[in-house]
């Protein structure tokens, strides 16, 4: 076993939790956030466009190779343990554009025909020269209980958008707060093209839990939208502990659970 792997399995073994109950993850496609200022588009594809997950351990086993040994990753704990814990979110509709975002207050984007994702150029480069494009496509997680969620690009995937660019990750409390993800991309370069090809994936979500994770589904409805665009509206430049202080001081959490149960698709 590798020195890494040795050291990891023997800490965890040590703070395991003895609670082994399946810890509930609910998701949903944060679908309404541009709906009236985007209807046609969102009318066109809805949630559509958000297949299911799936998980990035049980997806690399299909590809295992029988005569691996004891010693690949594949068998390393430390390497396991975050491949069973993170699930991997994919892109249904393959989309190219060419852009010049070299003056960013007179943004070129070109989609190559009818058929795209929808996209937008909502606020400066965070880097020099290297501008950000944010495409219609926003997801929420929710937990019961306090739970850790990493967002990141795909990582153990062959590379394909993260050619051009990579979306922008994020680690949060999704028992403590509730808001949408945006898969926005940072490019690589101020000008060229950008391919998203389909079934291709998107970015990682890990969990930090020892438990096993089920995802759930559920509709997003109005009154969700609601409650998040006030939770963020709330706490403008606001540090997360802040956020998190406010969320549980205001029941949100019973609120949205609440209604999460009611629209629930599995």
Known sequence: ???????????????????????????????????????????????????????????????KNPDRGPTTFISCPAALNTFRKTFVFYNSKASKYEYDLR?????????????????????????????????QLRWIFF???????????????????????????????????????????????PQGTFILEKDEPLFYATFFTDRPIVLKRYVYTEKLDSISKHLIASTTNEPLNDRYDLFNNTSQRELILKNIKENLLQ
Request: aromatic share 16%; with cysteine.
């Open 143 to 189: 937990s019961e209980e306090s739970l850790e969620i990493d967002i990141t690009p795909p990582m153990f995937s062959q590379p394909k958008y993260t050619k051009y660019g990579t979306c922008i990750p994020g680690q949060y409390n999704i028992g403590q707060w509730y808001r949408p993800f945006v898969f926005e991309v940072q490019m690589w370069e």
């Open 103 to 135: 003056n960013i207050e007179k943004p070129e984007v070109k989609p190559e025909g009818e058929d795209y994702l929808n996209y937008a150029i909502r606020r400066p480069p965070a880097l020099l020269g290297k501008p950000t494009i944010e495409f």
């Open 1 to 63: 076993m590798c020195g890494v792997c040795f050291v990891v399995f023997s800490v965890r073994m040590v703070n395991m939790s003895e609670d082994k109950k399946p810890l509930i993850v609910y998701w949903t496609p944060g679908a309404f956030i541009d709906k009236f200022q985007e209807a046609s588009w969102y009318n066109m594809y809805g949630s559509t466009i958000y297949p299911d997950p799936k998980n990035l351990h049980a997806s690399l086993m299909k590809e």
